[in-house]
């Protein structure tokens, strides 16, 4: 892709490259920002521009220098990137055997080692200590990249001795038109699709007219519910599969997603924002009408239900079936 050619966030953009041009790169940086804005494209596109075999200012943007190809591929003996998917804690016995073990060792092909750390966060606090001796005495030819959605989750020892590069949103019109080169969206869904990304080009890759179907359905069956049609909300928790084992906890999230959604739409359509502001467009007549009836106040107290029932389901292990039919009828109410 090219440093140059990634979307949005200029001005972070642009401070990267001012270090790389005035010799004045850090020995560890905190992108932070919003899950699915390309913090971590980001990262491995800088770690392409510090190693890169051609001078940066003769540097071509599709640059295909043996490093940067094998960068590219993560495939580069001095590039590493951790993820620890399906875990909720990065312990301490992980920073050492990825991190300390590993970052003062000479690089073997490069001018630097490149350590990413996604999800910097998700370090519990003996992981984070460890880690700040190594940020205390860093080696000079080693370069760490900790990737946060939630800075405030990283210690102050730690953010003290980092650059932190703020990375923020992507505009509308830019998603928009990577979008439009998008073969799997057509035409018509990408207004939708540009609203539920929330500038995350992430979530925006993610959405397809398959998703934007699957959310109209929910959508249309919510507005159908009632407190006395215990059939329509069997039928819904039904459609969800939200007892099948083959569906993991990010089916459980999208759903909730879809249902936050709708009650964020009940909410904006009650006190007449803009139109164009409401995710469920298409169905913006069927949800005035849906509102017509209700106070404001009961409208506002919604979000606290479902953020209760979320969190009774996916943390406290509640049956999902009495759960979500407790819910149902909350939100229906």
Request: charged share 30%; aromatic share 8%.
């Amino acid at each position: 892709m090219g440093f140059n050619n990634l979307i949005g966030n200029d001005t972070s953009k642009e401070i990267l490259l001012n270090t790389l041009k005035e010799g004045r790169l850090s020995h560890s940086y905190i992108f932070s920002g919003p899950s699915g804005i390309g913090k971590k494209l980001f990262a491995i596109e800088f770690a392409k521009l510090i190693n890169c075999n051609a001078e940066l200012e003769n540097r071509p943007d599709d640059c295909g220098c043996s490093s940067c190809s094998k960068i590219e591929k993560m495939i580069h003996p001095d590039v590493m990137l951790f993820e620890y998917e399906g875990e909720k804690t990065i312990k301490i016995d992980q920073v050492r055997s990825d991190l300390e073990e590993k970052v003062f060792l000479s690089p073997f092909e490069s001018r630097y080692k490149i350590f990413i750390l996604d999800d910097a966060e998700r370090m519990n606090n003996n992981a984070q200590n460890a880690f700040l001796k190594t940020l205390e005495e860093p080696p000079k030819d080693s370069i760490i990249i900790l990737l946060t959605q939630s800075l405030n989750f990283i210690i102050p020892t730690i953010k003290s001795r980092c650059q932190i590069i703020n990375f923020t949103n992507i505009k509308n019109e830019d998603i928009q038109s990577m979008l439009l080169e998008n073969p799997s969206i057509d035409d018509q869904n990408i207004a939708t699709a540009v609203k539920l990304s929330r500038g995350s080009i992430g979530k925006a890759l993610n959405i397809d007219k398959d998703h934007i179907d699957f959310r109209n359905k929910i959508t249309e069956k919510l507005i159908s519910i009632r407190p006395d049609r215990p059939s329509e909300i069997f039928s819904l928790y039904e459609m969800l599969e939200l007892d099948s084992k083959d569906k993991g906890p990010e089916h459980l999230n999208n759903i909730f997603g879809i249902i936050s959604d709708w009650v964020r739409d009940l909410i904006l359509v009650k006190i007449e924002t803009d139109k164009n502001q409401i995710i469920n467009e298409g169905n913006y007549t069927e949800i005035s009408e849906y509102v017509s009836g209700k106070s404001l106040i009961s409208l506002l107290k919604k979000p606290e239900q479902l953020e209760s029932s979320w969190y009774g389901i996916s943390v406290l292990n509640a049956n999902k079936k009495l759960a979500f039919e407790d819910l149902m009828i909350k939100l229906s109410a």
